[in-house]
């Protein structure tokens, strides 16, 4: 049963199986695509920090203008919020959602449960992601490239994990709101993306002005 | 990237394939406005803010000379040119090192009197905020002389001791408080750079000058732009204030 569900995902999918949930193959590249570049990314910045440790003078490869730069950013004590390199936590984390991507994109049956713990782990990563888009704007006062790459793969990532984990509520049993919010997810999203770049823009209009 | 996923992530309900079109376009539609509605009103709020040019708190710093050419009648100068620069900037300090000898040969003759807006327009936590700390300093110098300003000036746009943009390290307030000793003045300079007494206004000159680059120049409160030519800013000085003796040669070279 599951495994027709997950041959044809572009047909309306049978949710009879209450053991797996069903996935497209958009949902399933896109996975395996954030968990590639979220991987480059934490690992980018992982080596740049050891950079920066052996060698205090050492310019990192991000650092393009007062505004856009990530050698700065990594010496923040927010850089390491929990006593250790943000980044590493990254890698971590991002190999999990890269395996996931792999084993989706095969279209390897996986259960509720796991897109549950994935969905998760989504939001506890998306709720950090949000804390360190408030300090790097508003306490740093500057974006950190490869830190930037991390935000948009991990918003976007808990909109397609959550959809897994509960995409069947859309189809009725979840409620109205549950429905909803689930048939505008990617509007929601749009919207949240738009917003965080017009904070970005007016934050630091004075440099971009100097641009135009 | 959302929307690219978007068209592809089709809601599984019971639709038939035309009425889940449209759905699709109602959706891209409806979050299409509500972005440019968001883009546009951002874009005019910040827009607008910017040309509310509030000259009031801004402060220049006034270089002239004895000889300057007045307007008939009154003490005040036939010519005034005000730079609005960073002593952060790269393009001030190219500007600095190309037009500083023949604008400081433009004092001197009495053809201009320079009003100097030091900002803290590239200050930012990465560079120690060091556009601030320098604009405050030279503040806290003219306090004390012009003409230790003007040293103060040129010294931190030479080479040497002007920091790169995007370099790790930026002089210490220590090190412009020597650098003020250096162009001649000591008094309360010391006190007033650890203090930041002008740091406020320094930082808050951008936007009551209303400038968005540095350096901008403004002749007469109009904003001229100048060429890499010293000469063709002579020309223009010559049109507003008349043969002033010395002008002719005043165009210097920018040095190598």
């Known amino acids: ?46 080596v740049e920090k050891i950079e920066i440790l052996i060698n205090p003078a050492y310019v990192p490869s991000c650092n393009l203008n007062p505004v856009v730069a990530c050698g700065s950013v990594m010496t923040t004590p927010q850089a390491s919020a929990f006593g250790f390199p943000n980044s590493l936590i990254g890698i971590a984390a991002f190999a999990v959602v890269t395996v996931t991507g792999v084993l989706t994109v095969a279209k390897v049956p996986l259960p509720r449960w796991y897109w549950v713990g994935m969905t998760i782990g989504t939001l506890l990563g998306a709720v950090f992601v949000h804390w360190l888009i408030v300090q790097s704007l508003y306490r740093i006062g500057a974006l950190c490239p490869y830190c930037m790459v991390v935000w948009v793969v991990t918003i976007s990532l808990l909109v397609v994990v959550a959809s897994i984990a509960f995409g069947p509520a859309g189809d009725g049993t979840g409620g109205v709101v549950v429905r909803e919010l689930h048939r505008w997810r990617w509007s929601i999203a749009t919207i949240w993306f738009t917003a965080v770049f017009l904070l970005i823009v007016v934050r630091f209009w004075d440099y971009w002005s100097t641009l135009i | 990237m959302a929307d690219k996923a978007a068209k592809s992530n089709r809601p599984k309900y019971d639709l038939n394939a035309a009425s889940r079109r449209r759905d699709l376009l109602v959706r891209i539609g409806l979050t299409s406005i509500v972005v440019l509605f968001a883009v546009v009103l951002v874009g005019y709020i910040v827009m607008s803010h910017d040309k509310k040019v509030a000259a009031s708190g801004a402060r220049a710093i006034r270089v002239t000379s004895s000889k ?100 790790t390290s930026f002089p210490d307030n220590a090190k412009l408080t020597e650098l003020a000793r250096e162009a001649g003045v000591v008094g309360k300079v010391p006190q007033c750079i650890k203090d930041g007494k002008y740091l406020p206004m320094v930082d808050g000159l951008v936007a009551s000058a209303g400038i968005h680059a540095t350096p901008t120049v403004r002749i007469n409160g109009q904003d001229y732009q100048f060429t890499e030519n010293p000469a063709d800013f002579v020309a223009k000085i010559k049109e507003i204030v008349g043969d002033v003796p010395g002008i002719d040669s005043a165009a210097t070279p920018p040095a190598p």
């Not at chain 1, 949710?15 to 497209?24: D, G, T, Y």
């Not at chain 2, 609005?84 to 004092?107: H, M």
Request: one cysteine or more; charged letters at 20%.
């Open chain 2, 68 to 167: 300057l050419v007045t307007k008939d009648g009154s003490k005040d100068p036939k010519a005034v040119v005000s730079f609005y620069e960073d002593f952060l900037c790269p393009a001030c300090g190219n500007f600095e090192r190309g037009f500083g000898p023949t604008v400081s040969k433009l004092i001197d003759d009495g053809a201009i009197a320079a009003d100097y807006y030091m900002t803290g327009f590239l200050s930012r936590p990465q560079n120690q905020d060091y556009s601030s700390r320098a604009a405050n300093a030279a503040y806290c110098v003219a306090d004390e002389s012009i003409d230790a300003f003007r040293r103060f000036h040129t010294a931190l746009y030479t080479k040497d001791i002007q920091p790169s943009e995007t370099g």
């Open chain 1, 1 to 46: 049963m599951t495994a027709t569900a997950a041959a044809k995902p572009d047909e309306p999918v049978d949710n009879s199986s209450p053991q797996s949930c069903p996935v497209s193959s958009a949902s399933a590249w896109w996975i395996l695509l954030a968990g590639v570049l979220g991987l480059i990314a934490s690992a980018t910045l992982t």
